[in-house]
């Protein structure tokens, strides 16, 4: 039975990813959208290295931890490391107001009482705060404006485009509620009245689609999963989850009884690149893979397609023996098919 | 024919209403200088009949306005052989002026609130009710056809008395218009047995559910366009298939995502005829066998050349659209979250494509496959799929906007949202495309330099002007100084709308613009550092102008009195917020020329000056 702590199937725990905005990882329900994580350009081109690392799945965040323990799954480190190093501070960011993300917000009385529109509950009354915007009321010197908006900029910046950071994956999940707390936001970046210009039905819509979308109100997709060594398989809905960390929490919990208490070390090396680093892992004699065969009838890593693609073509998930899935892929498919 | 009619027609008004009544255009001024006499102007060598026939084929509302100014004669014509009138602002002129011009009227397209409305900036009962308009229309235009309403109030009871009150009505359209219920469109569905077309498009609807649908009786056939994407409640689908089977000629049916694909496949196959669809949900689990009925439908539908809707798609089901997707010339993906392989994979079926609306989930990439694979692309449009998230940093940049720009050199239409742009990029844009007429370009972050220099993005909207000279209308963000409007001044000659926000040093730059800009004739600007300097600079060119939106910027209530002092037949709206002082700053300015006058149906909140 594995202890509460470094529980690992693969035996990896990381250091290196420099995931972004761990901090996101919660479940927030609807506020998950559908872009799955996935393999997304660097935005400058400039970091290669870094691109890497930005497509490695994040099958357990850098500062996200399963709940109730410190877990590492398919080869991430759950534990918070450094922050990587992108021009985007994450604190300030995550204390950003999203008031309006689904399209309503509560008008604020802030301490710049004039930007108040209370509009009889349409959607999207929001209030601009303080010096983040530049805008001419901060003063009737005309002259203040570029001050101020050049003041503001440098954390909009950060928040707006992140030049050097290719910054692709997203969480999209925001744990932070549409809330009014502006107190820990450094950059006071608050929303507009009517900015983006979008219209309303497009705001709300887009606002449940996402929604819809994470919750699939279409339906759900119950799949077997089978781990080598149990007596017993586990069907689980894929549709529950929004991505592959929530998987591997949900997996772990379920096969927890089922472990031989070999839980691997967890000072291996950091490395870049996903395979690069579960194969490695594997080979180093870590415990389990999991992994997941296809419409097509092939076994496959999990965690290589963005997580909408997954969902989409997993019909069957395997917790496979690492020492199996050595040579991964013919190895594994021989292995399978005869146990299938 | 009705030539001694014409020739009776005895109008003293006309000679102001000639003036007066110029729709677009700066030749009101022309107009005015040169007063127009029955005899120098005698009939020309035309016999009356063939010039009348001549006037009766223009369509465009602007040629017939041209028309309209030539002399007493023409004008006569023109005013009686026009069936179809457009109002740009409602409040510019009376229902009861435009019948009396106009006594042949069977197609009305009305505009109301000040485009800002459209984003929360306009209180709620501002006005621009249309009820007035129908009472008139009823009494001087019973034969009714059409009527096409874009950010108008439009009550059920307004509804129902349009149903009722023209017997001929065929098409109603509404965009982007408030103040009516499920109910109201019953009421069209119950007693409009005439209607070909019913078009309800982002509104603001009260949505009590889908029997509304369900109110067309058995016996109507005649409906030909049907758009109820808007309105989102679950309707009796059987009833939609009765509808659909019944009404032969429909060629356009865009449905609401309660319709599912398996209802969508039945829908179709009863209707292969539709040039244009909107497609529901696009996402329901489908078996082998239903996947395949849907592919061969739609490989059934030859004439599909728009596609929208694919509310919630699954990727995976797009390839059963590629029959159809031969032919598109227009793609609205601005509701389906697609990510970029999806979407590139798409595209390459879609070589015809003109016209693209996209989310911006499909990044940069996306944009790349739009650019390798749609060499006829004529407009794009990029919208943000979480535009209220700071957290998100993903969507696309200026390298989407790039690569479209070199792949699609026909691109003359563009809205593009984005977080971040670069001077350089823009640059190049409109060098590979240099025949814009539409440039929208929306960074969302407000007073947002340039990324990588940290500069300014005057430079960009600089090339946009310089090199687009057919440039109608521009929409500028980012951090701009005064720099950006000199330019716009300078060289946007054909200019004809103008957005601003949160843009701009001083009072000089809407200056520039107002004084370089010839053909403008709408400007909205919204928490720019402009003031009563920069609104007084404008005094004659409003005139000219169909309006002029200013809020959150440094105008005063004493400037809009003297705007409004200066300019007798200038409505000057003030919108004020509770509890500011009549001295002080005015925060909302509508500006609009009008021939009614002040309009007596103002809230409170609303002062005319």
Redesign the interface.
């Known amino acids: 039975m594995s202890t509460p702590l470094e529980h690992d199937y693969i035996g990896l725990t990381e250091s290196s990813s420099m995931e972004r905005?761990s901090d996101?990882i919660s479940s927030s329900s609807s506020s998950s959208?559908?872009?799955?994580i996935?393999d997304?350009?660097s935005?400058t081109a400039k970091d290669t290295c870094l691109n890497l690392k930005e497509t490695e799945l994040r099958l357990g965040l850098p500062g996200s931890q399963s709940p109730e323990r410190k877990v590492s799954l398919f080869g991430k480190d759950l534990e918070s490391n450094n922050d990587k190093s992108n021009g985007?501070s994450v604190s300030p960011?995550?204390n950003?107001v999203?008031?309006?993300?689904r399209?309503f917000s509560d008008a604020i009385d802030g301490s710049n009482g004039?930007w108040v529109?209370?509009?009889?509950g349409?959607?999207?009354?929001e209030l601009a705060k303080g010096a983040a915007?530049?805008?001419?009321?901060g003063g009737?010197d005309?002259?203040s404006?570029?001050q101020q908006?050049r003041v503001?900029?440098p954390a909009?910046?950060e928040?707006?485009?992140?030049?050097q950071s290719p910054?692709?994956v997203?969480d999209?999940k925001?744990p932070v509620p549409p809330s009014n707390d502006h107190a820990t936001a450094p950059a006071a970046?608050a929303?507009?009245?009517?900015?983006?210009?979008?219209?309303?039905?497009?705001?709300n819509?887009?606002a449940s689609?996402?929604a819809?979308?994470s919750e699939?109100?279409?339906?759900c997709l119950y799949v077997k999963v089978s781990m080598d060594g149990a007596p017993y398989l586990r069907k689980v809905d894929l549709k529950t989850y929004k991505n592959y960390m929530e998987l591997s929490s949900a997996l772990e919990k379920m096969f927890s009884c089922f472990t031989i208490g070999q839980c691997s070390s967890n000072g291996l090396p950091v490395r870049d690149g996903l395979s690069e680093s579960r194969l490695m892992d594997l080979l180093h004699g870590s415990e389990y893979v999991l992994t997941y065969e296809d419409k097509d009838g092939d076994w496959m890593l999990v965690g290589d397609v963005?997580w909408?693609?997954f969902t989409?073509s997993c019909k069957r998930l395997r917790i496979m023996k690492g020492s199996e899935a050595i040579g991964l892929a013919p190895r594994a498919m021989e292995k399978c098919k005869s146990q299938n | 024919m009705e030539s001694s009619k014409l020739k009776r027609e005895k109008d003293s008004q006309i000679s102001d209403e000639l003036n007066e009544l110029r729709m677009e255009s700066s030749e009101l001024k022309k107009a005015k200088d040169s007063p127009i006499s029955d005899e120098s102007y005698r009939r020309s060598s035309f016999p009356d009949e063939v010039l009348e026939r001549v006037i009766s084929l223009l369509n465009s509302h602007r040629d017939r306005s041209s028309v309209s100014l030539v002399c007493k004669d023409w004008y006569n014509m023109e005013r009686w052989s026009r069936t179809h009138v457009f109002i740009g602002n409602c409040y510019s002129v009376s229902p009861e002026i435009v019948a009396r011009r106009f006594p042949k009227i069977r197609s009305v397209t009305l505009k109301g609130k000040p485009r800002?409305s459209?984003?929360?900036?306009v209180?709620?009962n501002w006005g621009a009710d249309v009820h007035a308009w129908l009472v008139v229309f009823a009494a001087k235009y019973p034969f009714l056809e059409e009527l096409r309403l874009k950010r108008m109030t439009i009550s059920d009871a307004s509804l129902e008395f349009l149903a009722s009150s023209f017997p001929n009505f065929k098409a109603l359209s509404l965009l982007?218009c408030d103040g009516f219920s499920t109910n109201g469109l019953a009421a069209i569905a119950t007693h409009c047995k005439n209607l070909t077309e019913l078009d309800i498009q982002?509104?603001?609807i009260d949505d009590k559910g889908g029997g509304w649908l369900s109110c067309f009786p058995e016996s109507f056939t005649s409906l030909e366009v049907l758009n109820f994407a808007?309105v989102t409640s679950d309707i009796n689908f059987d009833a939609l298939e009765r509808l659909i089977g019944r009404c032969k000629s429909m060629r356009v049916l865009k449905v609401n995502r309660s319709v599912s694909l398996e209802q969508l496949q039945r829908l179709l196959a009863n209707a292969p005829q539709l040039t244009e669809l909107g497609t529901g949900?696009f996402?329901?689990?489908l078996t082998p066998r239903q996947y395949e009925d849907l592919e061969s439908v739609f490989n059934n539908c030859k004439n599909i050349h728009t596609l929208s809707g694919l509310?919630?798609v699954?990727?995976?089901y797009l390839p059963a659209l590629y029959p159809v997707s031969t032919h598109l010339t227009f793609l609205n993906l601005?509701?389906a979250?697609l990510?970029?392989d999806e979407l590139a994979k798409l595209l390459v079926h879609c070589p015809q494509l003109k016209r693209l609306w996209v989310?911006d989930?499909v990044?940069?990439?996306g944009l790349e496959a739009v650019g390798s694979n749609c060499p006829l692309l004529e407009e794009l449009r990029v919208?943000?799929?979480?535009?209220?998230?700071?957290?998100?940093?993903?969507g696309v940049?200026e390298?989407g906007f790039v690569a479209v720009s070199y792949g699609c050199p026909r691109l003359h239409y563009v809205l593009y949202?984005c977080?971040?742009m670069t001077n350089a990029g823009v640059a190049t844009v409109v060098r590979n495309c240099p025949d814009f007429t539409h440039f929208r370009l929306?960074?969302?972050?407000?007073?947002?330099?340039d990324?990588?220099t940290?500069e300014p993005m005057d430079e960009a909207f600089g090339a946009v002007v310089k090199t687009c000279r057919k440039l109608q209308r521009l929409s500028v963000s980012g951090?701009l100084?005064d720099l950006t409007f000199e330019y716009i001044g300078r060289y946007a000659k054909n200019l004809e709308t103008l957005?601003v926000?949160?843009a701009?040093?001083?009072?000089w730059g809407m200056q520039c613009v107002l004084a370089g800009c010839p053909k403008l004739r709408k400007l909205e600007i919204?928490?720019?550092?402009f003031?009563n300097a920069a609104l007084l600079s404008g005094l004659e060119k409003y005139e000219s102008m169909r309006s002029l939106w200013m809020s959150?910027?440094?105008v005063t209530m004493n400037g809009c009195r003297l705007l409004a002092r200066e300019m007798p037949r200038l409505n000057v709206e003030v919108m004020k917020?509770?509890g500011s002082d009549d001295d002080g700053r005015a925060?909302k300015v509508y500006v609009y020329r009008s021939i009614a006058g002040r309009r007596r149906d103002a809230p409170s909140s609303v002062l005319t000056l």
Not at chain 1, 117 to 120: A, G, I, L, V
Not at chain 1, 122 to 125: H, R
Not at chain 2, 442 to 449: A, D, E, L, R, V
């Open positions: 905005s996101k959208s559908t872009h799955p996935e997304k350009p935005k985007l960011l995550k950003l999203s008031g309006a993300k399209g004039k529109f209370p509009m009889n349409k959607s999207d009354v915007l530049p805008s001419p009321r009737l005309s002259k404006n570029p908006a503001s900029v909009m910046k928040v707006g485009g992140i030049p910054k692709p997203q999209k925001n970046k929303q507009v009245v009517g900015w983006p210009p979008i219209r309303s039905f497009r705001k819509t887009m689609n996402l819809k979308n699939d109100a279409a339906g963005p909408e693609m989409d | 800002f459209d984003f929360n900036l209180p709620q982007s982002e509104n603001d808007n949900s996402s329901q689990e509310w919630e699954k990727g995976l601005s509701y979250v990510q970029s989310l989930t990044e940069d990439k919208f943000p799929a979480d535009p209220f998230d700071e957290e998100i940093v993903y940049t390298a949202f977080r971040q929306c960074i969302m972050t407000p007073g947002q330099p990324y990588l940290n951090y100084t957005s926000a949160f701009g040093s001083s009072d919204r928490d720019c550092p003031g959150a910027c440094n917020e509770e925060d």
